[in-house]
């Protein structure tokens, strides 16, 4: 009650009703007496419909009342069993509960709701935010809950375990079918209208192909990533495999902890198809074999994953990225300089800056984290932390506004005219071997910036995922010395102060390994800037 009272004096009639179900007309009469200290003005919110007493219900009403929730809390000191949870889960109603009973076992952060410890109303109290700041999330969430209830009283098995005891013979349980393991809300997928996105049939994609190529299609392979939110497909024709890439509309979470976001509830797939068709036109790259605008298609040649491990892979691609064909007009980039000398000062400011951006350079993705800009990206850095205040530690929430404070002040030091181009998700991953040369796939979040910042997002990915023991240090040395040193080092500061934001919604606890990073670029900065 504490943690959703909390809620709503934040965001007042934006903060969904609480109803309470179960107890007797006597248990509840004592409840609302203990309530009533804490909160003074019960009786108005009960009149306004925000506090509802439901008592005792039914299978049907307690059905009904689900299918009109965001979430199901189930706060319990102990619970030996928990069934309400697996209903609830079946309902597709995600739950929030104590790491007891069913919930202990069968409750997944980000997966169907949330283990929040007994008697922390502040956690309590972050994971039920998500729920306000996101109004979607409780449907992708949601579809997780319901597909783990149907496997869960699939092994619970209870009729024929019953009718076992009796020595009746009952049929073998059938196996997990191929495919129960897709996690929606990793996938960002939506199950709403207009969101919902409907499989293509193999059918479908083997003439698509064979229309495109003239070759015969066969031996169709779906979801051959589960790391990419977009469907994947290899197909094999007459001169060898390629690849079938279909951007869809997903879920975006940029307003779980982004102020500048905040109503970006999703990605749609049309525009992701839309940047990287023309980042590969505007190239003229002859990886892009061709294209289906309808169902947003990238039939694409099949390139050669590289050789993380091998020593001359990372600088190979270092170079690509310094050397490789411009896709911006000149136009586009002197807009985007002018657009980007307005001032930074303000809220209001940097959300003008966005939206003169999307209006007016519609052919690139610039996301509100700032990521392709790093002056821009420390220009809101004071408001993404007071956005976030209630889900960071005081002594890190001190920190991050020291570092963010001087990055903020020298960032526009570093800022390079130089402008091209960028691909905000730099990462190793995304590099193939094409014969000998290297090459780049993945151009969904293009956006206009300047070289120094997807070296410094390659680095900064290499240094978290395959530095085997490499210091940082050895690392950074590998900036070109015709890039501007603090400039790469600033924005690398800024993807790793992000990213401590993120995780910090994301997980309610610290992350000392991030924060760690960014102290050491925080502090080589301020030496070298010496």
Sequence with gaps: MNAWYHLYRKYGEQCPALWMVGGSLEEISTLRKEVKKQITNLDELEQKGRIVWWGYLDAAGLSTILLKSHLMLAHSRYEPGGRVVVEAMGEGVPVIATPNGFAKDYIRDWRNGFLVAYGNVKELFLRMEHF???PFLSNALGQNARKDAREIIRKWNFLDNHLMAYG??????????EGDSYDYFKMRHIHLFPYYH?????????NKFEEITGQSARDIQTGIDSDYTSHIFSISGDTGPFILKQSYTRLGITPLFNPFGKEKYVRQGSRHFELELTVYRRTGSD?????DPVHQLLLLRNLTPGEYTDPEFLPACIRYLMTRKEAATQEELDLFHTIMQSPMDTYEQIQHIYERLETDLPAWYFEVSGLFYGKLGWAESPFLLTYNAEYIETDLLHTLQEIATYFKETASLYD???LRYVNTDTKLKHFMMDGTQVRMIDFERCALGYKENEIASLLYDYILNYSSGKTVEEILELIPVELNRQTVLTDMAYRVFYDILVESVMKCKPLTPLTGLLEILYHKTRQEQK
């Design 416 to 418: 390079r005219k130089e």
């Design 287 to 291: 990886v892009l074999v061709g294209s």
């Design 168 to 177: 009746l013979e009952v049929e073998e349980e059938p196996k997990e079918k």
């Design 132 to 134: 306000i700041r996101h």
């Design 198 to 206: 409907i499989p293509l049939s193999e059918g479908y994609l083997r």
